[in-house]
């Protein structure tokens, strides 16, 4: 049971725009900077965002990251086939005094 | 550019202890802190450790009995160990460069590739 929650799955068509969402509380996402990683099957995480809003370089600008209150997002527009991978939300906890994961979307271009 | 690999016993006997370290090139374990972190499929990613050059360590509360993070003399590496291990402790581990910042842990860039460790007899 992970303490960031995101929906198991989620999908969306070439070209579309597509949010995936991560919920938590006051003493993580509420407080603190999200970041978000990106895994493809048999593959290591990457970062996707981080400080919330930002891009490492390399990272398409069709991705972006937001939060309002206690939840997190992130968007993926003009969606593409190889964006089909699971998806992970992060934030430091200040209760747990340690990072914490949310438990992956996965992602389906149709 | 900064690489990571993992390496280290692929089978680990219950109640024997976990070793296994992380090679870096491109950085040093005495310019950034470094972390250890593992996926199962019921569990999903958990992170396990952190160290930092001025010798600073953290471990999730649920391992930190059981774990130990250490770096090398050589600084080009770092290592993990978790004793008495379970098959609940099956999982590909990860070991990461961690961006710390006012004693939290940001993110984690970049990881390396995974190793998975069974825990069976």
């Known amino acids: 049971q992970s303490v960031l929650t995101q929906t198991p799955s989620a999908s969306g068509t070439p070209g579309q725009r597509v949010t995936i969402s991560c919920s938590g509380g006051s003493s993580n996402i509420g407080s603190q900077n999200v970041c978000w990683y990106q895994q493809f099957p048999g593959s290591a995480p990457r970062l996707l965002i981080y400080a919330t809003y930002q891009r490492p370089s390399g990272v398409p600008d069709r991705f972006s990251g937001s939060k309002s209150g206690t939840s997190a997002s992130l968007a993926i527009s003009g969606l593409r086939s190889e964006d089909e991978a699971d998806y992970y939300c992060s934030s430091w906890d200040d209760s747990l005094e340690s990072p914490i994961f949310g438990g992956g979307t996965k992602l389906t271009v149709l | 550019q900064v690489q990571l690999q993992e390496s280290g016993p692929g089978l680990v006997k219950p109640s024997e202890t976990l070793s296994l370290t992380c090679s870096i090139s491109g950085a040093s374990t005495k310019t950034y802190c470094w972390s250890w972190i593992r996926q199962t499929p019921g569990k999903g990613l958990e992170f396990i450790a952190f160290?930092?050059?001025?010798?600073?360590?953290n471990s999730t509360s649920s391992l930190k009995s059981r774990v130990t993070i250490s770096t090398g003399t050589s600084n080009d590496h770092f290592s993990l160990r978790l004793s008495s291990v379970t098959p609940s402790d099956t999982a590909v581990y990860y070991c990461?460069?961690?961006?710390?910042?006012?004693?939290?842990?940001?993110?984690?860039?970049?990881w390396g590739q995974g190793t998975l460790v069974t825990v069976s007899s």
């Open positions: 990461a460069r961690v961006s710390r910042s006012y004693d939290k842990v940001d993110w984690f860039d970049p």
């Open positions: 160290i930092c050059p001025s010798g600073d360590t």
